[in-house]
Each structure stands twice: as structure tokens, then as C-alpha cells.
């Protein structure tokens, strides 16, 4: 009996494995690919992750530009293809002031530093408007520390008072999400990765001026920061039934 039972385990993996390769789920129907349904978000990923290969490369300045932006900006477009929700619309703003920030700084940095400012304006506006409603006694510390601790490191890493101001609306943005209801692993996690990267840059304006380690993880820490938030707000979003949009 217990050939049978095996026998009959290891073709059932099989026909799911062959399932799974045909693109059908274990009830038979067809699964679209993730491109097919996500095909914003797909594009974003390719861009986002081509991007930091093709900057250490001789891609022309301008055109590396818009390649930098192109990450975030799928992103936003990824978020407005939810647009029946005022929360995907407000993401999605978030998403295209990041993008704005990130081609600016290329070519003015003080500019590129109000796009990102305004953004995080924009992401504190998303978040207050989820927050939680009783948020852990660990959760508030953690907000506080952020919001106090970032502007301060920045100050110290810099001794420049703009810096220090664009750090607070940084923190506050962290802080925000953090204290926010959505899924504090993904969007919460997202923005301290949007902070870690953040300081880095300051870094770079201080005691790591000389050093590679910026420039490797500054960009990973951005991106995908950025992609966690962005997926974990319309994920919850959808699972609160704000929109039916793939």
C-alpha cells in the first residue's frame, strides 16, 4: 500500500509542477503571467535594477537621467492605474516627486532635494489619513527616535542647517509610515530604506567623501524602498476594497 501512496504523491507534484509551467493554477484555470498583470510594475523592475548596473557604465549623461527616473516613475504609473482610489492618486503623486527628485539632483541638486521634499509632504498627507489606531508603545518610541535621530545624524554629517531641515520632513515622512496601518514589513521597512539611503547621501557630503560604499548602496536602499512602499500601500489598499484594478 505504501508504493501506491507514494506513487500516487509524487504524480500529483508533478501534474502541479506541469500545471505550474502551463501557466494554470490547481484549479485549471489559466494564470496570467506577472507582466500581464502587473506590466507597470514589471517595467519599474527591470528599470530600477538595470539602472544601478548601467550607472557604473558609459551610458550618456542625459540619457542615464531618464533612466534614473524611469524606476520610480513606472512606479507612479503602476499607482495611477488604480486612479478610482484618491489614496492610489495621492501614492501615486508620491511616487512622481520621487522620480522628479531623482532626474533633478542630476542636474540641480537644491531643486531635485524640494521635489523629494515635497514628496515626503505628500507621503505624511497618505499616511495620517491610515493611521493606526492604537499603535504599541514600541511603535510611538520608534517614531519619535526617527523623527528626532535623523535630522540630527544629518546635522552631524553635514553641519548644514538645509540638510538638517530636509531631514526632518524626511524623518517625518518615516515616522508617518511607520505609526501608519499599513503593513509596517513592507511600507514601514520601505521608508526607514528610503532614510538608510538618505543618509548615506549625507554621508558622502561628509566623513564617507572618499569611500565606495555609498555609491553601492544608495540606490538599492532608494529603489527598492520605494517599490516596498508602493506595493504595500496598493496591496493593503486593494485588500480593503478601495479599487477591483489588477
Not at 548596473?53 to 527616473?69: D, E, F, N, S, T
Amino acid at each position: 500500500m505504501a508504493l501506491p501512496l507514494a506513487l500516487l504523491r509524487r504524480c500529483g507534484k508533478t501534474v502541479l509542477l506541469n500545471m505550474a509551467l502551463a501557466g494554470l493554477g490547481r484549479d485549471g484555470v489559466p494564470k496570467r503571467a506577472l507582466i500581464e498583470k502587473r506590466p507597470w510594475l514589471v517595467a519599474s523592475l527591470v528599470a530600477g535594477v538595470s539602472y544601478w548596473l548601467a550607472a557604473k557604465g558609459q551610458v550618456p549623461g542625459l540619457w542615464l537621467i531618464i533612466w534614473k527616473g524611469a524606476g520610480v516613475a513606472l512606479l507612479a504609473a503602476y499607482a495611477w492605474a488604480h486612479h478610482p482610489s484618491r489614496n492610489a492618486r495621492l501614492l501615486a503623486l508620491v511616487m512622481a516627486l520621487g522620480a522628479m527628485g531623482d532626474m533633478l539632483l542630476e542636474l540641480f541638486f537644491t531643486a531635485g532635494a524640494v521635489a523629494f521634499f515635497t514628496g515626503h509632504m505628500a507621503a505624511i498627507a497618505l499616511y495620517f489619513g491610515h493611521r493606526r489606531a492604537h499603535p504599541a508603545s514600541s511603535q510611538k518610541a520608534a517614531a519619535v527616535t526617527t523623527l528626532i535621530g535623523v535630522p540630527l545624524i544629518g546635522w552631524q554629517l553635514t553641519s548644514a542647517p538645509e540638510v538638517a531641515l530636509y531631514a526632518l520632513g524626511l524623518a517625518g515622512m518615516a515616522a508617518a509610515a511607520w505609526l501608519s496601518n499599513f503593513p509596517r514589513y513592507r511600507v514601514g521597512i520601505g521608508a526607514m530604506m528610503f532614510v538608510a539611503s538618505d543618509l548615506l547621501i549625507f554621508a558622502r557630503m561628509g566623513p564617507l567623501a572618499g569611500s565606495a560604499l555609498p555609491g553601492l548602496l544608495i540606490w538599492p536602499l532608494y529603489y527598492f524602498g520605494q517599490f516596498l512602499i508602493c506595493t504595500g500601500v496598493i496591496a493593503t489598499l486593494r485588500k480593503r476594497g478601495e479599487f477591483d484594478a489588477g
